[in-house]
């Protein structure tokens, strides 16, 4: 059986629904749009959608204010929420994440960006709907098997390589600081120097970049680590 999980879009200018909708459609999701927050509210309650698409800047009902709404409905509590920002909206993401919103995504993003972020939330939501390869360039990452591979050739990886290896291919095209590595992969409580995510940064790259001529994993200067891109 195949499942398809649906998303529904919310956003008002037309042409970038029809962006988002493509790239969804062809990666096998089904898509429903809505242009404003009471038609949101309306699609929501006939059809429940396996993930939302909420654009922050939306006529009428803020991105915000449904994003509260459908926090509050007991039937619509748990539906994921990616939040669609423009750039600069620095604090407005962080209200975004803290009304409730699972991931928000800056405008301009790659449509391999966007749809690689659906996975990862839906992935968390319900893990049979988000698939078990996670994909980038080069590389594959299996996660029920644990098992890596670049260029189809298998990586061995320790856990807190694979982990990192992990973090990186749920949110390619960010840049993360080491701070911002050892909270997710270490975990806030535990105290780890930062001198630490280096050291396994340069373990990951020894593994995945071993028989290759490339750098699959890019330093930043003075911001920290990502993936280099494709
Ligand atoms: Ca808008």
Known sequence: MTLKPSILIVEDEAALTEMLRYNLEREGFRVAAASDGEEALVSVSETRPDLILLDWMLPHLSGLDLCRQLRRGPSTRDIPIIMITARGEESDKIRGLNTGADDYVTKPFSPHELVARVRAVLRRSRP????????????????????????????????????????????????????????????RDVEVEQRTVDVHIRRLRQAVN????????????????ALAEE
């Open 128 to 187: 049979a709907l988000g698939g078990a390869t996670l994909r980038h360039g080069e590389l594959e990452m299996d996660l029920a098997a644990h098992r890596v591979r670049r260029a189809g050739r298998d990586v061995h990886l320790g856990p807190t390589e694979f982990r990192l290896l992990r973090h990186f291919m749920e949110h390619p095209g960010r840049v993360f600081s080491r701070e911002q590595l050892l909270d997710a992969v270490w975990g």
């Open 210 to 225: 071993n028989g290759h001529d490339t750098d699959a994993i890019r330093t930043v200067r003075s911001a920290g680590y």
